[in-house]
């Protein structure tokens, strides 16, 4: 049974950091993609970042996190994380992982999704 499980979420002020955790079972993240997804409130769900498990390709990251996110595994823990850091009042989402076949911006594209985990940056 695949299941993904997204945790780390928090409140925090504009400028801090957080580190969001994907926990994997059911299956092996070397033989998938693994992607970071978010839902702020009223608007569409979007592609933060992504990596393949195979190391086949950089990793991806949306232009509006360029630089202040990173996204990193430990295969050995079937786990994927991403590190938020200069974090902006826009970045106030529910942050979701989720498992696919290759990255893709699409979110129906990604067959497995885990329950979000709430991020929210205050001034």
């Known amino acids: 049974d695949v299941q993904l499980q997204a945790s780390g979420g928090g409140e925090v002020q504009a400028g801090g950091s957080l580190r969001l955790s994907c926990e994997l079972s059911g299956f092996y993240f070397d033989d998938y993609a693994i992607g970071w997804f978010r839902q702020a409130p009223g608007k569409e769900r979007e592609a933060v970042s992504c990596?393949?498990?195979?190391?086949?390709?950089?990793?991806y990251y949306a232009d509006s996190v360029k630089g202040r996110f990173t996204i990193s595994s430990v295969s050995a823990q079937n786990m994927v994380y991403l590190q938020m850091n200069s974090l902006k009042i826009d970045d106030t989402a529910v942050y979701y992982c989720?498992?696919?076949?290759?990255?893709?911006?699409?979110?129906?594209?990604?067959?497995?999704w885990g329950r979000g985990t709430l991020v929210t940056v205050s001034s």
């Open positions: 990596i393949k498990g195979s190391n086949d390709g950089s990793p």
């Open positions: 989720a498992a696919g076949v290759t990255c893709s911006y699409h979110p129906t594209d990604l067959h497995s």
